[in-house]
Antibody
Framework: QITLKESGPTLVKPTQTLTLTCTFS??????????VGWIRQPPGKALEWLAI????????HYSPSLRTRLTITKDTSKNQVVLTMTNMDPEDTATYYC?????????????WGQGTLVTVSS | EIVLTQSPATLSLSPGERATLSCRAS??????LGWYQQKPGQAPRVVIY???NRATGIPARFSGSGSGTDFTLTISSLEPEDFAVYYC?????????FGGGTKVEIK
């Protein structure tokens, strides 16, 4: 069974750095074709893709609009992917999801974690 | 960046009716278009991938069509569990982008 679960702070202050961890099971990020991405959703709004990291250490992509604030890393031994977002703003309040993609299979976000709501407020 | 425009924003229908959702891309995405269903309080799940393929466990009443810039998700006969928000997403080009969503609500 493939599962992903997001963890991190539920409340951060403006200008702080957010660190979120995606812990997964049922697959390995060292397997060819596997990717894990982050997507967020402000309350009542649409989905927004943030970043993705791949089995290939050189294959990492970011949303251009957030590129300067995001870093995505992986710890293959712990089955974790970490997303850091600097200089948090109230507009970054959202539910943050991680999800798996597998190149050359059903190369879409499937499955997703349950999501974690992050509120940015002083 | 490829912009995906979904229409309508809201679709009010009764169970048993046919739902037709549209997703238009600002440039061709070939068939690299997927549809996700999201119910309140839940994470999205993929229902259609590569424009026309049903994901595992998705009932046959869901179908996808289109290529290039114009895509359609059709639910042939709405069941109560189908009322949800549906998002399209493209994976043709980086950055990955999602549409704004179509809410299918009970009339």
């Amino acid at each position: 069974q493939i599962t992903l679960k997001e963890s991190g702070p539920t409340l951060v202050k403006p200008t702080q750095t957010l660190t979120l961890t995606c812990t997964f099971s049922g697959f390995s990020l060292s397997t060819y074709g596997v990717r894990v991405g982050w997507i967020r959703q402000p309350p009542g709004k649409a989905l927004e893709w943030l970043a993705i990291i791949s089995w290939d250490d050189d294959d990492t992509h970011y949303s251009p609009s957030l590129r300067t604030r995001l870093t995505i890393t992986k710890d293959t031994s712990k089955n974790q992917v970490v997303l850091t977002m600097t200089n948090m703003d109230p507009e970054d309040t959202a539910t943050y999801y991680c999800a798996r993609r597998v190149v050359a299979a059903i190369d879409w976000f499937d499955p997703w974690g349950q999501g974690t709501l992050v509120t940015v407020s002083s | 960046e490829i912009v995906l425009t979904q229409s309508p924003a809201t679709l009010s229908l009764s169970p048993g009716e046919r739902a037709t959702l549209s997703c238009r891309a600002s440039q061709s995405v070939s068939t690299y278009l997927g549809w996700y269903q999201q119910k309140p309080g839940q994470a999205p799940r993929v229902v259609i991938y590569d424009a026309v393929n049903r994901a595992t466990g998705i009932p046959a009443r869901f179908s996808g069509s289109g290529s290039g810039t114009d895509f359609t998700l059709t639910i042939s006969s709405l069941e109560p569990e189908d009322f949800a928000v549906y998002y399209c997403q493209q994976r043709s080009n980086w950055p990955l982008t999602f549409g704004g969503g179509t809410k299918v609500e009970i009339k």
